[in-house]
Structures are given as C-alpha cells and as structure tokens.
C-alpha cells in the first residue's frame, strides 16, 4: 500500500486543518512515508480506490464502465449510502477494474474512462477512452467551507467547454460564465436570469473537444454551481452541507449520456396517451359553469381537447380534497359530462392540509391521527399560511405518510373519475414569510428502505419535499387503480422525480422574452430528466396579446406537454380569444399536433423506455457540431428536435416578424408543411460561440447549410431530416376518439432512412407483458433514385387502430412509373398517385401484420 502525505503548503490541507481547528502544519507537515499512518493512504478495491488523508476519506467506485461514483467523508467516514434519486440497483452495481499507480497520482481504467488520484492532494482527474480530460480537480479532492458543513469542489474549466442542463434555469442554453443556486422556491413572475426556481436538479451536461460528458452531484442541500463566472477557468460545485457524493458519466456521445443518467437515477414514467394532447387550464374558472362552457366551446369550435384543468376555484375555501358545493354543483356529474366529451380533468391538489379541528376535515383529522405532519423545531407540528389560510404540511420522507396522503385521492380518482393531479406550491411555499419557506430547522423524518431512520432538518429535506409530494401522489394513485398510468404534474422536485411524471416551468409571465425562452428551459428540464414538461401556454402572469398567444401555441405544438394555463388576474388565454383569425390559426396548429400524435407517441415511449428527451438540443442529434465541434445549439437558440427527425425553427426573436437564419444541419432537409425538400441553401457562415466567424468551405450537399427565412405569424418553420419516416393520422378532436382511416407513414428519404411507429392501449401497463405494437420502418434510395420502403413485422401483441397504412413517399420531382413488390420482394403493380406539386407519390397497402418492402421506381 502507498503512503504519501499531503503537503503542508497545499490549499487543501491548510483549509481541511483550519476546518478541523487544527494547524495545518501540525496535524498534515510532511513527514517520511513511513513514519506515521495517519498520512494520505491508497487502498486498491477490487471495484475502484480509496484515498484517505486523516479524517478525509474519499471513495471511487465505478458501477458500469461509464459511470463512476465519487464520495467523500470528512469525519473519518463515507457518508451514508442513501439516495432519494439514483436507483438502488445502479448504486449495488459494479464492474472490476485494472488499477495502477505511479509516484504522484494512483487510479484505474474502465472500458470507457480512466480515473486518477494525486497522491498529494486526492486531486481526482477523469478522461475518456481518447484520453480526452473530463474533468480535473484544481484544489485537491474537496474543500471544507469554513463556515462548517459544507464544501466546495473546484475543477479546471478547459478552454472550449460549454456546459448544459440544471433544470429549469432562465437563460440561455449554455451555462458556462453563469453560476447557479439549487434551493427550490416559489417564483411567481421570474424574468430572465432569476435564480433558484422550483426545481432542483444537479445533473449537468459537460462539452469538450467533441465529445460530452456527465456530472450528477446528489445532494439535496441547498447546492451551488459556478461554471466559471466567479473565476475565468474555475467550474466550482458546492453545498452548504450533505454528502459530498458525486457520479461523472463518461460519454462522449451526448445520448449515451442521456441513457447512462436514466439507469442512475430512473427513466421518465411512461405517460397515458392523452397527456399528449391539448389541455387547457386557468386560475379563475371560478364555477362549474365556467368551466362546462370552456370544454363547449372547444367542442363546437371543433378544436381538439384532451384536458381541462381545475386551479384552486373549485375548493371549498381552498382546502385540498375538498369541493365548494355553492360553486361546483354538480361536480360529480360534470366530470362524468366531460368524460363522456372525452376529455380528461385533472384537479389540483395542494399539500397544505387546512389546520381545521373539530370541523370534520378528514384530511386534518386522519392526518392529525395518524402523526403525519412536519414538525417545528420544538416539536410541535408546524402551522403556516398558505391558500386555505393557517396548514399543516405532510410529513412526506415517511413511507406512511406517503400511504395515508395516496388515501386522500380515493373519491376524486375512484368515485369522481378525475384522471390526473397536479401538485402545487410544494417547494413548499409558504405566504407571509420572507424566505417563502418553513423555518431551516424544522423536522422531518425519514422513515424509508434504505435510509437510516432519523429527524432530519429541513435544510436537508427542502428540496425533496416536492418530488417526496409527487412520488406520494404517483403512488397513491398506483394503490388504488394499479394498472393506470397515473398523471401527475409537479411544480417542484428533486433529480430522480421523473419517475413520477409531469412538470411545468410554473409562473412564467405574458411576454415574448418569456416564449424565446421557454424553449432553452424545456430543453434542459428535458436533459435532467423531465422530459414531460411544458410551459404554461400564453404565459401565467400578465395578459398575452393575441400575436403572442398565437407564436406561442405554435410552439407548444411541439413541446412534450401543451397546456394553455393562466392567471386570476389576466385576461381570457383561450384559443379563440382575439378573435377568428388568430383561432384558425391555433386550431390549425392544434390540428397539426393532434395528426402528428402517432410520432409523439411514439417519441414518448422511447424516451420512457431509454431517457433519451423527446425535445432535443440539436447536439444530441448532431454531437458532431460545427467546424470546430462547437456544438451547433450554440449558434441558434431557438431551434430544437422533436426526437430524432423533427426540427422546429421557431423565430429567435418571436416578437418580430424579421428575417433569421435557420441552420441545417449536414445530411439534407425537407419542409414539414409542404413535404419538399428544403430550397434556397446557402453555405453556412455565422459568428460563432467565442465571435469566430464560420465559414464553411464544404458546400456539398452533406455539409451543412443555412436557409434565411421571415415566417409570417401564421407560419411555424419546421423541417424534415432526410433519411426520416414519420407516422401521421387522421384527425381526431380527442385521443379518446379512434382515428378512421388509414395510417399515414411520410417517408423523406435520405442516408440512413429510419423511423418506427409504437402504439399500445394508451393508459394501462399491459405494455410490460408485451401488449404493444412496434413497426420498424425503413427506406433505400436505390441506384436508379428509385425508393424502396420497408414496413417491418409488428412485435407485440397488440393491434393498433389502423387496418392499411397510406405511405406517402416526398422528394419526387416527377411521378415513379410504377411499384413492384409486394409481399417480400413480390413484383405485383400497385396504384401510386404522383402529386406534382408537393413533389410526393403516394400508396395505399394493407396492414397485414407481414413485413414487406415497397419499390417506387423513377
Ligand atoms: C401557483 C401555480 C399556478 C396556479 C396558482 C393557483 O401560482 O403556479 O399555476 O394557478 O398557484 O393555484
């Protein structure tokens, strides 16, 4: 075993001593290897290295070749191995490595990484397989903070990094020159730039020399990030306590990243069918009235509606669980009204338990009963304002208090056949309170597998409290109906809550700055996870024009999750409001998404199955990047992926009705509304990130290109990449309603031709035992420019609502004199119709469950 010690000028052990209250060069002078053992020290494990220095023990063991877990210890030992976010079974998993040492630094080697320990410091260096560094500590391992409990990680930020994800932080994309706090808070109203929001989710994304890289530190104290804003060159992560307990996930392919984090820490719960479509919601449907008359007017207006949402107005006094009799009459009945409607309600249910003795509140009494609430640092339960006035707050760290809250949904969910939750306010947040937020010391307990059972102070419980609230709701609804998939949304949580649904941006604002960047926000809350996320449609606070709220159901048309949703105090969000010629255009655009829900279906399994995000920064379809790497998001801000052949160029500035660039990147394109293959290209040349202006020699059609386009309001550009095949259907005012027709399968042929379409029942988990259908689709561009497209055998069991599939195959710049083949490589004609002007031939076959390929020769 090698001995070294740390040396007494090094920043670490002067601050560990200071920390320890010790004089660093008495308890760390250096001293010969052999003369004392209270100096650094490696242990080789058979799974990874332990490096010790005094009371500093710090632990790297690798759980799969690209995935390692670094903790520390400052008192002599590791902390707990515990964690509310990263699943049990990744942290039980290991993988042996080969270790090695030399005279400064010991480590091992993965198939994937290679980690490396500075005997001098516990300094950590990872690179990947290219040899490529990853990250590098600058002062040692860890360094105490002197105010006590907590830390502060600093490591080397190379010259050409960029940085992604965080959650839902209110800026650009990228990261890097901006710093960030993790404490989960209430913001209604937060503009650009405003830090913390609602969430708390330390997992981000590192760019450097082509390649992408992973960081997770999982630690629910308040946290801070600062990729280099305090000090050029400096990444520094830190906490004011907790666990110094950090995962870095090799890469470089940004996706296998995506994948690698969903194995930590859990893939998004697979949602029902109808959580796709649109929803429409407002603060301020104040009777059941109101409310009936919003989902009539959908339906005569005939505009597609899956949802409508019930705020706080529906309660009796804003008490959770309960209905204002005065108001909503007949709630029962207007649920089962809707549902006959198809549309699905989703009801708010807050976590503040109105504090109400002796008035039969059940919620009050039960909870009371049964011990179920937080506690004050005295010990008594703890009572604060919010909506209903003086409440109590669950106790949700115990796994009984979780059970007795999943109680509390039985008549709404099983009596009343309200669909979905939404759970509100729980970062928590509280009126009347500076900190927006209980008391630091406050109680909790934690009562949990796995967990040592223990008081807990609120520091360390906050921002878990709201994904503890989501998961108690997720599984409540589970006991009670176990083979639905529960629709849960959250406002606030923790890394891991994607497990247990659906979040929103929360209380954005009315404004075009607030749309711009909806799309970098949804994009990162995507990249941590929650890919089921949107943003309130219109904006929450102020009133949205009716050019704004047009722009902006645009959008949503292609975010995983569009609800239209707004405040007490503004005016009517509705599709129709502003009148007809804004309604038609949102209604065109609802259209649009409700054709498109094969797709986005079929987008939302994968990304439920592997953690890849429906919406996609173009570097994860595009890791390659710009000339130098750069990744290309970079250089747009406003274009993102719909899953891997959809990419929606929303105008950058949306307010104004100007000319911008759209980049394309390598590999051909076509236009979404008109199937053609994309005009006008010019070669790419754009300022750069680090103001370099690009100019691309390579003006080939594989080399990227750049379109200059001014869409008008009614118009949203989104393009095709060629070598894509997209399944559409025809349209349906719910996804409750069976598409009659056929399935339509848009083929745009390319390099690479691929796409698949994924049906099941929509709402159950008999997808598990294999009751689903999955088609794989493929297409060639043959020698003589002829297409063949393939459409695979079914696997699964379950059939879908199509019985023919109309294939309609773009890019023809005159009509294919005729098919062969059917049945295999069959040779039988088959009627194709050429439409000249959208340059498309189309055919219709039969779904026959066989696999078989199509030929359109010129
Ligand atoms: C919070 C929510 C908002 C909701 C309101 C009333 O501000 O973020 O969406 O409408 O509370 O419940």
Same mark, same amino acid.
């Given at each position: 075993?090698?001995?070294?010690?740390? *040396?007494?000028?090094?920043?670490?052990?002067?601050?560990?001593?200071?920390?320890?209250?010790?004089?660093?060069?008495?308890?760390?002078?250096?001293?010969?290897?052999?003369?004392?053992?209270?100096?650094?020290?490696?242990?080789?494990?058979?799974?990874?290295?332990?490096?010790?220095?005094?009371?500093?023990?710090?632990?790297?063991?690798?759980?799969?070749?690209?995935?390692?877990?670094?903790?520390?210890?400052?008192?002599?030992?590791?902390?707990?191995?515990?964690?509310?976010?990263?699943?049990?079974?990744?942290?039980?998993?290991?993988?042996?490595?080969?270790?090695?040492?030399?005279?400064?630094?010991?480590?091992?080697?993965?198939?994937?990484?290679?980690?490396?320990?500075?005997?001098?410091?516990?300094?950590?260096?990872?690179?990947?397989?290219?040899?490529?560094?990853?990250?590098? +500590?600058?002062?040692? #391992?860890?360094?105490?903070?002197?105010?006590?409990?907590?830390?502060?990680?600093? @490591?080397?930020?190379?010259?050409?990094?960029?940085?992604?994800?965080?959650?839902? @932080?209110?800026?650009?994309?990228?990261?890097?020159?901006?710093?960030?706090?993790?404490?989960?808070?209430?913001?209604?109203? =937060?503009?650009?730039?405003?830090?913390?929001?609602?969430?708390?989710?330390?997992?981000?994304?590192?760019?450097?020399?082509?390649?992408?890289?992973?960081?997770?530190?999982?630690?629910?104290?308040?946290?801070?990030?600062?990729?280099? @804003?305090?000090?050029?060159?400096?990444?520094?992560?830190?906490? +004011?306590?907790?666990?110094?307990?950090?995962?870095?996930?090799?890469?470089?392919?940004?996706?296998?990243?995506?994948?690698?984090?969903?194995?930590?820490?859990?893939?998004?719960?697979?949602?029902?069918?109808?959580?796709?479509?649109?929803?429409?919601?407002?603060?301020?449907?104040?009777?059941?009235?109101?409310?009936?008359?919003?989902?009539?007017?959908?339906?005569?207006?005939?505009?597609?509606?899956?949802?409508?949402?019930?705020?706080?107005?529906?309660?009796?006094?804003?008490?959770?669980?309960?209905?204002?009799?005065?108001?909503?009459?007949?709630?029962?009945?207007?649920?089962?009204?809707?549902?006959?409607?198809?549309?699905?309600?989703?009801?708010?249910?807050?976590?503040?338990?109105?504090?109400?003795?002796?008035? !039969?509140?059940?919620?009050?009494?039960?909870?009371?009963?049964?011990?179920?609430?937080? @506690?004050? *640092?005295?010990?008594?339960?703890?009572?604060?304002?919010?909506?209903?006035?003086?409440?109590?707050?669950?106790?949700?760290?115990?796994?009984?208090?979780?059970?007795?809250?999943?109680?509390?949904?039985?008549?709404?969910?099983?009596?009343?056949?309200?669909?979905?939750?939404?759970?509100?306010?729980?970062?928590?947040?509280?009126?009347?309170?500076?900190?927006?937020?209980?008391?630091?010391?406050?109680?909790?307990?934690?009562?949990?597998? *796995?967990?040592?059972?223990?008081?807990?102070?609120?520091?360390?419980?906050?921002?878990?409290? *709201?994904?503890?609230?989501?998961?108690?709701?997720?599984?409540?609804?589970?006991?009670?109906?176990?083979?639905?998939?529960?629709?849960?949304?959250?406002?606030?949580?923790?890394?891991?809550?994607?497990?247990?649904?659906?979040?929103?941006?929360?209380?954005?604002?009315?404004?075009?700055?607030?749309?711009?960047?909806?799309?970098?926000?949804?994009?990162?809350?995507?990249?941590?996870?929650?890919?089921?996320?949107?943003?309130?449609?219109?904006?929450?606070?102020?009133?949205?024009?009716?050019?704004?709220?047009?722009?902006?159901?645009?959008?949503?048309?292609?975010?995983?999750?569009?609800?239209?949703?707004?405040?007490?105090?503004?005016?009517?969000?509705?599709?129709?409001?502003?009148?007809?010629?804004?309604?038609?255009?949102?209604?065109?655009?609802?259209?649009?998404?409700?054709?498109?829900?094969? =797709?986005?279906?079929?987008?939302?399994?994968?990304?439920?199955?592997?953690?890849?995000?429906?919406?996609?920064?173009?570097?994860?379809?595009?890791?390659?990047?710009?000339?130098?790497?750069?990744?290309?998001?970079?250089?747009?801000?406003?274009?993102?992926?719909?899953?891997?052949?959809?990419?929606?160029?929303?105008?950058?500035?949306?307010?104004?009705?100007?000319?911008?660039?759209?980049?394309?990147?390598?590999?051909?394109?076509?236009?979404?509304?008109?199937?053609?293959?994309?005009? !006008?290209?010019?070669?790419?040349?754009?300022?750069?990130?680090?103001?370099?202006?690009?100019?691309?020699?390579?003006?080939?059609?594989?080399?990227?290109?750049?379109?200059?386009?001014?869409?008008?309001? +009614?118009?949203?550009?989104?393009?095709?990449?060629?070598?894509?095949?997209?399944?559409?259907?025809?349209?349906?005012?719910?996804?409750?309603?069976?598409?009659?027709?056929?399935?339509?399968?848009?083929?745009?042929?390319?390099?690479?031709?691929?796409?698949?379409?994924? #049906?099941?029942?929509?709402?159950?988990?008999?997808?598990?035992?294999?009751?689903?259908?999955?088609?794989?689709?493929?297409?060639?561009?043959?020698?003589?420019?002829?297409?063949?497209?393939?459409?695979?055998?079914?696997?699964?069991?379950?059939?879908?609502?199509?019985?023919?599939?109309?294939?309609?195959?773009?890019?023809?710049?005159?009509?294919?004199? !005729?098919?062969?083949?059917?049945?295999?490589?069959?040779?039988?004609?088959?009627?194709?119709?050429?439409?000249?002007?959208?340059?498309?031939?189309?055919?219709?076959?039969?779904?026959?469950?066989?696999?078989?390929?199509?030929?359109?020769?010129?």
């Amino acid at each position: 075993m090698a001995l070294s010690m740390m *040396g007494c000028g090094s920043r670490i052990g002067a601050l560990l001593a200071s920390a320890l209250g010790l004089s660093p060069c008495v308890a760390y002078a250096s001293a010969p290897e052999t003369a004392t053992a209270a100096a650094s020290a490696f242990h080789v494990l058979s799974t990874g290295i332990e490096w010790q220095h005094g009371p500093v023990v710090m632990r790297i063991t690798v759980l799969r070749d690209d995935v390692v877990r670094v903790r520390i210890g400052r008192n002599g030992a590791l902390p707990e191995d515990a964690s509310w976010a990263a699943l049990p079974a990744a942290r039980r998993a290991s993988v042996a490595v080969t270790g090695f040492s030399t005279a400064d630094a010991a480590g091992f080697s993965t198939g994937a990484m290679k980690v490396s320990v500075a005997r001098r410091d516990g300094g950590v260096t990872v690179t990947d397989r290219t040899g490529r560094v990853l990250l590098s +500590d600058l002062d040692g #391992a860890v360094l105490p903070d002197r105010r006590g409990a907590g830390f502060t990680i600093t @490591k080397a930020i190379p010259d050409d990094a960029h940085y992604f994800g965080l959650g839902d @932080k209110f800026g650009p994309l990228d990261r890097l020159g901006r710093s960030f706090v993790m404490w989960n808070t209430d913001s209604y109203g =937060y503009q650009e730039g405003q830090d913390p929001l609602y969430k708390d989710i330390p997992f981000f994304i590192g760019y450097t020399k082509g390649g992408y890289y992973g960081v997770f530190l999982d630690n629910s104290w308040r946290t801070s990030f600062d990729f280099g @804003k305090a000090r050029r060159g400096e990444l520094t992560i830190g906490a +004011d306590g907790g666990p110094v307990d950090y995962y870095v996930l090799a890469g470089p392919d940004p996706g296998d990243v995506e994948r690698a984090y969903a194995w930590l820490t859990g893939t998004p719960a697979m949602q029902p069918l109808w959580a796709l479509g649109f929803q429409q919601s407002r603060w301020g449907y104040p009777t059941e009235r109101d409310v009936r008359s919003v989902v009539a007017r959908y339906r005569h207006d005939r505009i597609p509606l899956d949802a409508i949402w019930l705020d706080i107005d529906y309660q009796q006094h804003f008490r959770p669980f309960t209905v204002d009799p005065g108001t909503f009459p007949t709630f029962g009945r207007m649920v089962a009204d809707f549902t006959a409607q198809r549309v699905h309600t989703v009801a708010i249910t807050d976590l503040h338990i109105a504090d109400l003795p002796n008035a !039969g509140y059940a919620p009050y009494d039960s909870g009371m009963a049964q011990d179920r609430f937080v @506690k004050t *640092g005295a010990g008594q339960p703890y009572v604060a304002p919010v909506w209903p006035g003086p409440t109590l707050f669950p106790d949700f760290t115990q796994a009984a208090t979780r059970a007795w809250w999943g109680t509390l949904y039985r008549q709404f969910y099983l009596e009343d056949g309200i669909a979905g939750f939404w759970n509100d306010m729980d970062e928590p947040a509280i009126f009347e309170t500076p900190t927006k937020t209980m008391p630091l010391d406050n109680r909790h307990r934690i009562d949990e597998p *796995g967990f040592a059972s223990r008081v807990a102070f609120h520091r360390e419980i906050h921002n878990l409290y *709201g994904m503890q609230n989501h998961r108690a709701t997720y599984e409540g609804l589970l006991a009670l109906k176990p083979d639905e998939r529960p629709f849960v949304m959250t406002r606030a949580t923790y890394a891991g809550g994607q497990r247990y649904g659906v979040t929103w941006t929360g209380d954005n604002s009315s404004t075009w700055n607030h749309l711009r960047l909806t799309i970098p926000m949804l994009e990162s809350l995507g990249l941590g996870g929650f890919t089921f996320s949107g943003a309130d449609i219109g904006g929450f606070a102020g009133s949205a024009s009716a050019d704004l709220l047009t722009r902006w159901i645009e959008v949503a048309t292609f975010t995983p999750i569009a609800r239209d949703h707004s405040d007490e105090q503004s005016l009517p969000q509705e599709p129709w409001i502003g009148g007809r010629r804004h309604e038609d255009i949102r209604r065109r655009f609802i259209e649009a998404r409700y054709r498109l829900l094969p =797709y986005l279906y079929t987008v939302a399994e994968e990304a439920a199955r592997t953690g890849l995000p429906m919406m996609r920064p173009l570097f994860l379809e595009f890791p390659e990047g710009l000339l130098d790497g750069t990744p290309l998001d970079l250089a747009t801000g406003s274009q993102f992926m719909l899953g891997r052949a959809l990419m929606v160029a929303a105008p950058p500035t949306p307010e104004s009705p100007g000319p911008y660039s759209v980049i394309l990147p390598a590999g051909g394109w076509y236009e979404y509304w008109t199937g053609r293959p994309v005009g !006008g290209l010019r070669p790419l040349s754009l300022w750069g990130a680090g103001g370099l202006f690009i100019t691309l020699k390579d003006t080939g059609p594989a080399a990227p290109h750049m379109v200059s386009i001014t869409p008008r309001l +009614d118009q949203l550009p989104v393009y095709v990449r060629a070598g894509s095949i997209i399944p559409r259907q025809p349209l349906v005012q719910s996804t409750g309603e069976t598409p009659r027709g056929p399935l339509e399968i848009d083929v745009y042929p390319g390099a690479n031709c691929q796409g698949s379409v994924y #049906a099941d029942d929509g709402h159950s988990f008999a997808f598990r035992q294999g009751v689903y259908s999955r088609v794989a689709l493929s297409c060639t561009v043959e020698a003589d420019h002829g297409v063949a497209v393939t459409i695979g055998r079914p696997e699964g069991s379950f059939q879908p609502w199509w019985r023919s599939y109309r294939v309609v195959v773009h890019g023809f710049d005159h009509a294919p004199h !005729g098919i062969g083949g059917n049945g295999g490589n069959g040779t039988r004609p088959i009627p194709v119709a050429y439409d000249g002007a959208a340059g498309s031939a189309q055919f219709t076959v039969s779904a026959d469950g066989a696999a078989n390929t199509y030929r359109l020769r010129p």
